[in-house]
Nanobody, 112 residues
Framework: QVQLVESGGGLVQPGGSLRLSCAAS????????MSWYRQAPGKERELVAR????????NYADFVKGRFTISRDNAKNTVYLQMNSLKPEDTAVYYC?????WGQGTQVTVSS
């Protein structure tokens, strides 16, 4: 069974940083692209970033480009999202994704 477990969320002030992690199991992690999505209350889920299987190509939503960095460690079956210069509008539950599988999410709250 595919399992994705996010961690690293929390409360941070505007301009601060967080590093999210997603530990994956139940599939050959190194063969697949991975993505981060987020969903704020009352809003639709949206794609944040995507990384190819070997980590060579990354893609970002316009609203995080230049602030967030997605990376992966295939030896650890883990994908990361480094979030810098956080804004209040980044507040959301962040989910990692593989095909149609989702983790439970980790809450990120950006507030002063």
């Amino acid at each position: 069974q595919v399992q994705l477990v996010e961690s690293g969320g929390g409360l941070v002030q505007p301009g601060g940083s967080l590093r999210l992690s997603c530990a994956a199991s139940g599939f050959t992690f190194s063969r697949y692209a991975m993505s981060w999505y987020r969903q704020a209350p009352g809003k639709e889920r949206e794609l944040v970033a995507r990384i190819t299987s070997a980590g060579g190509i990354t893609n970002y939503a316009d609203f995080v480009k230049g602030r967030f960095t997605i990376s992966r460690d295939n030896a650890k079956n883990t994908v990361y999202l480094q979030m810098n210069s956080l804004k209040p509008e980044d507040t959301a539950v962040y989910y990692c994704n593989y095909l149609m599988s989702w983790g439970q999410g980790t809450q990120v709250t950006v507030s002063s």
